[in-house]
């Protein structure tokens, strides 16, 4: 795919030149179920999404920590050798602008246009962060388990909410994807028929029990087959809500971040924010809150994102 640079914060941006896929990319994603797109995004792109995905983490943990309770928009865990990781926080959008910009992007759209023959209509984004927290955090729960995701596709999660199943995910990566810090991996062609997945309980932080992932049964695919994508930072990865996949644990020292959009095609009548309208109604009031009272002088940050070193884009 051929991109052209724009500055998602320059009005003018969508005077880009259309980015047609190839007939052969579209015949590949048909097969497939996805299509990988090296280096999309540029340095300064990237640094900013890195720099949204910081502050969005430390108001998430600040604001939690000075309420005492844990956001519903926070999932993180413990892992079993004892360091703490974040995993994801969603949604996302209502608390940045620029990673709004990023959803609404044509690098993200166009190839989409072309998969879809119809208009992409945002359904739910989250940061996957993969993050480990060199320094732990006190005071709020937080479950026992590893921040990898079992085998699944996220179908089994939308039809919850009545969504189709022709939705398309794009996930843009902040930081270089290797074999160790648990990067995306797919099983290609498992998109052409949804497979009944099998709910997993967990136990919460108070010993309540719910229903936690949704997994693909066992022998539905080889658990050793399929692919790593193994991309640098700013590519993005574009798949098929019934395409299985996964992602091992981040076995390194820095984070995996990958910014994550699902858009499904216009034509549905689907309320809007259905997936995520309720954590944000939710949530927003406690974050405003700790950020008056910041603003204020009356609380401070006791949380800051931890830095490393991270591969340029």
């Known amino acids: 795919m051929q991109t052209q640079r724009?500055?998602?914060?320059?009005?003018?941006?969508?005077?880009?030149?259309?980015?047609?896929?190839?007939?052969?990319?579209?015949?590949?994603?048909?097969?497939?179920?996805?299509?990988?797109?090296?280096?999309?995004f540029d340095a300064s792109e990237v640094d900013h999404m890195r720099q949204e995905a910081d502050y969005i983490l430390e108001l998430i943990i600040n604001s939690s920590l000075a309420f005492h309770r844990r956001s519903g928009r926070l999932d993180w865990v413990r892992q079993p050798g004892g360091g703490q990781h974040i995993r994801k926080i969603q949604p996302i959008n209502d608390m940045s602008l620029y990673l709004t910009r990023v959803s609404e992007d044509p690098r993200l759209l166009d190839p989409m246009r072309d998969i879809m023959g119809r208009e992409p209509l945002l359904m739910e984004e989250k940061l996957n962060y993969k993050q480990p927290l060199p320094d732990p955090v006190s005071g709020l729960d937080i479950r026992e388990a590893e921040d990898g995701f079992s085998i699944h596709?996220?179908?089994?999660?939308?039809?919850?909410?009545?969504y189709p199943q022709d939705i398309l995910s794009s996930a843009i990566s902040m930081d270089e994807c290797t074999r160790d810090n648990g990067p995306l991996h797919v099983w290609p062609g498992t998109h052409h028929t949804h497979i009944e997945h099998v709910p997993v309980e967990v136990t919460m932080p108070d010993g309540t029990k719910r229903v936690g992932e949704r997994i693909a049964p066992p022998g539905a695919?080889?658990?050793?087959?399929?692919?790593?994508?193994?991309?640098?930072?700013?590519?993005?990865?574009?798949?098929?809500?019934?395409?299985?996949?996964?992602?091992?644990?981040?076995?390194?020292?820095?984070?995996?971040?990958?910014?994550?959009?699902?858009?499904?095609?216009?034509?549905?009548?689907?309320?809007?924010?259905?997936?995520?309208?309720?954590?944000?109604?939710?949530?927003?009031?406690?974050?405003?809150?700790?950020?008056?009272?910041?603003?204020?002088?009356?609380?401070?940050?006791?949380?800051?994102?931890?830095?490393?070193?991270?591969?340029?884009?």
């Not at 914060?9 to 299509?35: H, S």
């Not at 809500?241 to 076995?251: G, M």
């Not at 950020?291 to 006791?302: A, I, M, T």
């Open 221 to 313: 695919v080889d658990p050793h087959g399929g692919i790593d994508c193994l991309v640098p930072p700013g590519s993005v990865m574009i798949f098929h809500a019934l395409l299985l996949h996964n992602s091992r644990a981040n076995t390194s020292d820095g984070p995996r971040r990958l910014m994550i959009y699902s858009h499904y095609p216009s034509g549905y009548n689907m309320a809007p924010d259905l997936r995520n309208g309720a954590t944000r109604l939710k949530e927003s009031p406690w974050e405003r809150e700790y950020l008056r009272l910041k603003e204020s002088g009356k609380v401070k940050d006791q949380f800051h994102a931890p830095t490393y070193a991270v591969s340029p884009a």
């Open 153 to 162: 596709n996220d179908w089994a999660y939308y039809r919850n909410q009545g």
């Open 6 to 40: 724009t500055n998602l914060q320059d009005p003018t941006r969508w005077g880009v030149e259309r980015m047609k896929l190839t007939e052969a990319q579209i015949q590949d994603f048909e097969r497939n179920g996805y299509l990988v797109f090296p280096g999309v």
